[in-house]
């Protein structure tokens, strides 16, 4: 039996200061049934998106406004000091 493996970002959800959260699932067809797995990641305002799905692209292009970069990058600061 041939194993086949799909992954997808399946949930996207903007956190506490704009911080983008991602999950990707992978689904894999195995001799048993299906077996599935998952990876999170964030996205912070100000980081570079350009290398994720169009899907996160999008949302982080609407959640990253410049107001919102400038106030993670102040509570950032903040709690450094």
Partial sequence: MSSQKFSEVDQIDVAA???VQVRCKTTEQ???G????FHRHTIAPGC?????????RAVCAAAHT????E????????QGA
């Fill in 48 to 56: 570079d998106y350009s290398s994720e799905c169009e899907k996160v």
């Fill in 66 to 69: 410049a107001d919102v970069i």
């Fill in 17 to 19: 200061l704009g911080v």
């Fill in 30 to 32: 195995v001799e048993d």
């Fill in 71 to 78: 106030s993670f990058h102040a509570a950032v600061a903040a």
């Fill in 34 to 37: 299906v077996k599935s797995s």
